[in-house]
């Protein structure tokens, strides 16, 4: 064998490996009995130790030193490999076996915070996570930003710096759209009524598999944060349910089938290697955020979602497609963001990312953090924050050590709307395909210009060859200018 053959023969345990963990996760945060907590941190520091000490192994180093790539793939493959090695081992095995230790005991004890609306009793808690990543970012960054070395976990090749220009180019645009949009007079009639679970878990699964989510390699169940788990030929969701309220589960379904698609269609030949999975979070957000907002919440595929809606549930409030367009739309100063309108979404993640920036440069302290929260979100949207779990403790990622993490939901819109763009260029009859409840053209289309190529390319590199054009946050907003201004007669 040759040192390539060795090398990716020694990833692929690493990598099966890494699965074996994730489904540790999986379990921990869907039917993990709640009193196992404590052990199951012990089982998730026991399996970093083994995959750190893997990454770390000083054979990867003398491979990557006489290996030769005999083409894109495998070029691809070491470019990849050696990143991960640096990065890796630049971090102390005791450091990385501590936080996952801490970020599996933190989970429960968020959820149970959460739960009882007690900021008090997660402080430790993150104060600890806080420490440990910035001890993290201490030794991978040297003399960098050490928040920028946070960012290359989810959004390779991107800083800080890059990311707050963009966003301060997209503030003015969002919060004039949103101005406009609150003071249009217009309010869209919400949808009310009781929806069962067992119902909208059942309509959950059939949307699911429109999307193009293969039950043959995955399953849907509840969580408290839905997340999307696995690669290759396991890939699960989760969703959640309100009785009152079935656009959360219906659309977190559909959100998270697009991140699960994406790690499906990856090209087989990439199975459990450096490329076998999506090539950054970002892109992963291109995926699950287009599946939602341009394919879900569009009016072609609203008006066939209507239909279906009235077949499961029966007569709605709503007397007709276009007002059920206008309801799954409509914009308002939500605390949740995930439950957030696409207009004040982003607004969401702004504040996340310059709250998280501060902290882990030692800008805003743990103490002081639910007031700067608290402060920020009635600057942004007019409302006071009326309880933790729709402030500071509504999110799961901070719990679990995700610092860098949130302003990849943005970067994910600005994908989308540069991919989509290049979709409905390519398929002018998109929106007759979707008022049937086709989804087969959008999907097969992302599926063939970005999915299957899994980390192949660089993130930029990847959208930019699927959408023909730079990577821009224009498409974006002119797309949410449209569309709001035609269901706000702006």
């Known amino acids: 064998m040759t040192a390539y053959d060795e090398l990716i023969a020694y990833q692929k345990d690493t990598h099966a490996l890494a699965q074996v963990m994730g489904r540790l996760g999986w379990d921990q945060e869907t039917v993990m009995p709640r009193g196992g907590a404590e052990q199951r941190s012990e089982e998730m520091a026991a399996m970093e130790s083994v995959l750190h000490a893997r990454r770390t192994d000083p054979r990867v180093g003398d491979w990557?030193?006489?290996?030769?790539?005999?083409?894109?793939v495998g070029r691809a493959n070491l470019?990849?490999?050696?990143?991960?090695?640096?990065?890796a081992t630049k971090v102390?095995?005791?450091?990385?076996?501590?936080?996952?230790?801490?970020t599996s005991r933190a989970q429960g004890i968020w959820a149970d915070a959460r739960a009882g609306e007690d900021v008090a009793a997660f402080l430790p808690t993150l104060a600890e996570i806080l420490r440990l990543r910035r001890e993290e970012a201490a030794a991978i960054a040297g003399d960098a930003d050490p928040y920028d070395a946070l960012l290359q976990d989810y959004e390779p090749g991107i800083t800080g710096a890059e990311i707050e220009a963009l966003f301060s180019r997209m503030r003015p645009r969002l919060v004039d759209l949103r101005g406009r949009i609150l003071s249009s007079g217009f309010d869209p009639e919400p949808l009310k009524g009781h929806f069962a679970e067992q119902v909208q878990l059942a309509l959950s699964t059939e949307i699911a598999q429109v999307f193009g989510y293969n039950f043959s390699h995955g399953r849907i169940d509840k969580a408290v944060h839905p997340f999307s788990s696995g690669s290759g030929q396991d890939v699960r969701i989760t969703t959640r349910v309100d009785e009152s309220e079935p656009?959360?589960?219906?659309?977190?379904?559909?959100?998270?089938?697009?991140?699960?698609?994406?790690?499906?269609?990856?090209?087989?030949?990439?199975?459990?290697?450096?490329?076998?999975?999506?090539?950054?979070?970002?892109?992963?957000?291109?995926?699950?955020?287009?599946?939602?907002?341009?394919?879900?919440r569009s009016r072609a595929f609203t008006g066939w979602l209507f239909g279906r809606m009235r077949d499961a549930f029966g007569d709605l409030n709503l007397k007709d497609a276009d007002a059920f367009h206008a309801a799954v739309n409509r914009v308002r100063s939500g605390y949740i963001r995930t439950e957030a309108d696409e207009v004040h979404y982003?607004?969401?993640?702004?504040?996340?990312?310059?709250?998280?920036r501060a902290l882990i440069r030692g800008d805003l302290q743990v103490a002081d953090l639910e007031a700067a929260w608290n402060d920020r979100f009635e600057a942004d949207f007019g409302v006071a924050v009326d309880k933790p779990s729709h402030g500071m403790l509504q999110d799961v990622h901070w719990s679990v050590g995700l610092f860098g993490y949130f302003p990849t939901y943005t970067l994910g819109n600005v994908y989308a709307g540069c991919l989509f763009n290049a979709l409905r260029a390519d398929m002018p009859d998109v929106?007759?395909?979707?008022?049937?409840?086709?989804?087969?053209?959008?999907?097969?289309?992302?599926k063939d210009n970005l999915q299957t190529h899994g980390g192949l390319y660089e993130p930029r590199d990847v959208v930019e060859r699927a959408a023909r054009a730079p990577v821009s946050e224009a498409p974006l907003l002119d797309y949410l200018d449209a569309k709001f201004g035609a269901i706000y007669g702006l």
């Open 92 to 102: 102390p095995a005791d450091l990385a076996k501590a936080l996952a230790k801490a």
């Open 247 to 296: 656009f959360g589960c219906l659309y977190s379904t559909i959100h998270e089938v697009g991140h699960a698609c994406y790690e499906l269609h990856v090209d087989d030949a990439y199975f459990l290697t450096a490329l076998g999975g999506g090539v950054s979070m970002g892109v992963h957000e291109s995926q699950s955020r287009s599946y939602e907002n341009q394919m879900g």
């Open 431 to 446: 929106d007759a395909q979707m008022a049937v409840g086709n989804l087969r053209g959008a999907t097969g289309w992302m």
């Open 346 to 356: 982003n607004l969401h993640i702004l504040l996340r990312f310059d709250l998280e």
């Open 64 to 72: 990557l030193a006489s290996a030769e790539a005999a083409d894109e």
């Open 79 to 87: 470019r990849l490999i050696r990143r991960e090695y640096d990065r």
